[in-house]
């Protein structure tokens, strides 16, 4: 079992800037491809991004392409995710989630049913 626990979320203006932090527990998550997901208030969740097991693929939804890095420290068993230039359409409940090796090799690393493990959220909220 995978225990994952977000922080770093928060109230931020247009423009400004946040990182998410994923710390993992329980296992080490250096054979797990990992993803961000975030879901708007009354929406579905949404594909943000995803990162290879050994930080060597990285995949990111169109809409945050240029503005959101994923980044991972397997020595922490820490999982990051670096986002600029936010906007008020970034507000969302954002998950980070562990799933198999190889995610990043197909389209699946975008499917929410594909990660085995999931966090519990950190709430961003960016003001116009």
């Known amino acids: 079992q995978v225990q994952l626990v977000e922080s770093g979320g928060g109230l931020v203006q247009a423009g400004g800037s946040l990182r998410l932090s994923c710390a993992a527990s329980?296992?080490?998550?250096?054979?797990?491809?990992m993803g961000w997901f975030r879901q708007p208030p009354g929406k579905e969740r949404d594909f943000v991004a995803a990162?290879?097991?050994?930080?060597?693929?990285?995949k990111y939804a169109d809409s945050v392409k240029g503005r959101f890095t994923i980044s991972r420290d397997n020595a922490k068993n820490t999982v990051y995710l670096h986002m600029n230039s936010l906007k008020p359409e970034d507000t969302a409940l954002y998950y980070c989630?562990?799933?198999?090796?190889?995610?990043?090799?197909?389209?699946?690393?975008?499917?929410?049913?594909?990660?085995?493990?999931w966090g519990q959220g950190t709430q961003v909220t960016v003001s116009s």
């Open positions: 989630a562990a799933g198999g090796g190889g995610l990043t090799w197909s389209s699946d690393y975008q499917d929410p049913p594909k990660y085995n493990y």
């Open positions: 329980g296992r080490t998550i250096n054979i797990y491809d």
């Open positions: 990162i290879a097991w050994n930080g060597g693929v990285t």
